[in-house]
């Protein structure tokens, strides 16, 4: 079925998102809100903090962040992460030479990021081969409806069939994706 799939969605690719924190935050900009609305708050964001960097962040005023449209939780979420930046507890120049976990531990260890959003970090972003985001819906949705008759697979089932793909299971992950929704969606 992969297979089909990739000839089927063959000449796109997977891209990198730029710049690690202009990615992060972006990624904490969209949670639990439309595309649309991510897109109009990231717009008065850009707006505001032009050259987003972590220290321009630190530097902005909280209540200028809210009037972007973040709410008073996402403001703290991107301090804290801007935060990490300048104190020097992201070690982007080290994650080359880390493992997976070891980026994922690093990155969840800020506010507002949990093991899903650095997974789609380390695609996205990363570009790494071999995640595996077992508690994506959309990749539960893909599995479900080319090898489980339509049922979503559960933990167990959704990561053994992972293993038939490692280790490229990001870009199985991409393309199962592509099967639900051709358009990619840019974390």
């Known amino acids: ?39 109009s708050v990231w717009a008065r964001l850009s707006a505001v903090v032009p050259t987003m960097t972590p220290l321009a962040v630190v530097h902005t005023e909280r209540g200028v962040l809210r ?15 801007a935060r990490h930046f300048v104190d020097g507890r992201i070690h982007v120049g080290r994650w080359a030479g880390m493992g997976d976990d070891e980026v994922i531990a690093e990155l969840t260890a800020v506010r507002g990021i949990g093991v899903w959003t650095a997974e789609m970090f380390l695609i996205f972003n990363q570009m790494r081969p071999d995640v595996f ?19 979503r697979p559960g933990r167990r089932l959704l990561a053994s ?11 199985a992950t991409w393309y199962l994706w592509r099967s639900l929704d051709p358009l990619p969606v840019e974390y």
């Not at 069939?161 to 870009?171: A, D, H, I, L, N």
Request: with cysteine; hydrophobic share 45%; proline share 4%.
């Open 67 to 81: 009037d972007c449209g973040l709410s008073a939780r996402k403001v703290e979420y991107v301090v804290d992460l």
């Open 1 to 39: 079925m992969l297979a089909i799939l990739i000839t089927r969605f063959a000449g796109n690719a997977l891209v990198s998102r730029g710049d690690p924190f202009v990615t992060l935050v972006r990624s904490i900009v969209g949670q639990q809100i439309s595309v649309r609305a991510a897109d």
């Open 133 to 151: 985001p077992l508690d994506d819906i959309g990749l539960q949705k893909a599995v479900g409806a080319h090898y489980c008759g339509g049922e």
């Open 161 to 171: 069939y992972g293993e038939r793909w490692r280790p490229w299971r990001s870009v």
